[in-house]
């Protein structure tokens, strides 16, 4: 059979377009993950995971973690993109065992995600970690420092996560990626712990508006506080209006309240916990790498929730429900920057 040239041309075309290593100018995504519980199965000695295993008070056997690491598969190549993000963001990860497995599920194996995690003191052993494409994120360094000012003494909390990398190949991104303490125990008794976290990481963008000329930043992560906080608007110093200032933050995620959206639902209210804060220089559109405000996006997936039979509208479709097993996704939805790339 002789294909038309015209039909010719138009396969081509779509071969090229939906091929997955195809290199474009198409934005590529920054993704933050509260993925709510991720364990093994095995006890570790030196933490509290003792409700994740297998005879534990939630019977976390293998087969529960193994769809747990496909459900979260699923969720990180359905960015609406036909790739997956670029650099994804993780909390309440037990250690790098899972993250190992997790980049592994057939999903996203052929993407060669790498990791970067570290143990940290938390005594449930729930880490913040990364994992990225090494085709669109080259990491020049990382560390992590706790969520303290310096000199203060190091709780027994997980830590904030920098990290220094190119970004499609145009220029250098800063990116931290935090797990603020939660309000478990009293919104007013904790508030002062997500205050000092705040100044903590206020202190290290100081740090590298001194080093560098006006850098790109990236902050993500699970505050436990919303946008409008004290620890926010205060202490991090993070604008709610959108801007270009270069010396100053701004949070995007504060333009979700007014559509009623939230990335975790408590009773009948949605909170907005996991946000999305950047530089006002990333916001500036003639530089390589620039967002617009509208790129902030909370990934609200149809899979992601389920009808709220007691509260009305929907809830989270999560891992666990109290003590009992649904086999969802998290108790957080997922946030997403697109980050573009000038031609």
Known sequence: MIIPRILLTLLLAASVLFSPGQKSEDPVSVMFYNVENLFDTVDDPLIKDEEFLPKGARRWNQFRFNSKLCSLAKVFVSTGSFEPPGFIGLCEVENRYVLEQLVKEPALSRWNYKIIHKDSPDERGIDVAAIYRPDVFYPLTYRYFPPV????????TREILYVMGVLSGADTVHLFVNHWPSRFGGLMETRGARQRAASRLAAEVDKLRQKFCEPLIIITGDF??????????????ATLVPGS???RLYNLSHLWLKSGKGTLKHQSQWN????????????NNSRKLYSDPSDAVILDLPFLLQPDERYLGMKLFR??????????????????????KRE
């Open 272 to 283: 907005i916990f996991d946000q999305l804060i950047v530089s006002g220089s990333l916001l």
């Open 224 to 237: 436990n506080d919303q946008p409008d906080d004290i620890s926010l608007t205060g202490c991090l110093n």
């Open 245 to 247: 200032d270069p010396d």
């Open 149 to 156: 000012p310096e000199n203060e003494p190091v709780p027994r």
């Open 319 to 340: 891992t666990y429900e109290g003590f009992r097993y649904t086999g969802g996704y998290s108790d957080h939805l997922p946030v997403l920057l697109w980050v573009r």
